[in-house]
């Protein structure tokens, strides 16, 4: 059963541009949550999904989005890049709803570095 | 406020000692989940155990060992007679109440060495 893979893994842009990631959970997963993780900060929580609906968004400017499609796989995207959005973005996918109490599947992420 | 504190920043041991990595949380809420993940070198974050509490019992799986205390607000992981391959960050999370978010500790940097 392939695990959760996201794309692409690593990639440099510079202040000012936009970025999207893509998240595609384990197959028949139908919750996906991304995360922000930064040395400073540690992992912090972006946005979930579940089947095609943000069901919760943490503490993040605007700039922050993100979607999910009828297949489960999701994007998130953020436009007009700063230094401090340098981090790993790890998403996460669960079976049923009731992510935050059950385990979660973590990808390897993706490593954005902001010039 | 909910909150989880992972006091050790970094741990250093030789393969084949046992180590602790403690987990202190804050919740008012009577009813919250316990997590422990790690994260390799890959970064992919690997699920290891949960608890809730109404589950004060410890668990046991192989060389890793949880110790779940309500009354410390602690739930502490050893890993006994440690390998090479358990270096990684460890991290501790709480999900509480009717939140739908986890709250993560900073994580714990073992670094087991041959």
């Known amino acids: 059963k392939a695990g959760v893979t996201q794309t692409p893994r690593y990639l440099i842009k510079t202040r000012g541009q936009q970025v999207t990631l893509s998240c595609s959970p384990i197959s028949g997963h139908r919750s996906v949550s991304w995360y922000q993780q930064t040395p400073g900060q540690g992992l912090q929580f972006l946005f979930e999904y579940f089947s095609e609906t943000q069901r919760n968004k943490g503490n993040f400017p605007g700039r922050f989005s993100g979607r999910q499609f009828s297949n489960s796989r999701s994007e998130m995207n953020v436009s007009t890049l700063e230094l401090g959005d340098s981090a790993l973005y790890l998403c996460a996918s669960s079976p049923k709803r009731e992510w935050g109490t059950g385990e979660l599947f973590f990808g390897e992420g993706s490593r954005l570095t902001v010039l | 406020a909910q909150k989880v504190t992972q006091a050790q920043t970094e741990i250093s041991v030789v393969e084949k000692e046992d180590v602790t990595l403690d987990c202190v949380y804050e919740?008012?809420?009577?009813?919250?989940?316990l997590f422990w993940y790690k994260q390799p070198p890959s970064g992919e974050l690997v699920f290891l155990i949960r608890?809730?509490?109404?589950d004060e019992q410890n668990e046991i799986s192989g060389r890793y060992s949880w110790n779940f205390q309500k009354s410390t607000s602690s739930f502490n992981f050893t890993i006994t007679a440690s390998q090479v391959v358990d270096s990684a960050v460890y991290f501790c999370?709480?999900?509480?109440?009717?939140?739908?978010?986890?709250?993560w500790g900073l994580g714990t940097s073992l670094a087991v060495n041959p």
């Open positions: 919740t008012r809420d009577t009813t919250y989940y």
């Open positions: 999370a709480l999900n509480a109440g009717n939140n739908r978010k986890l709250i």
């Open positions: 608890r809730n509490s109404f």
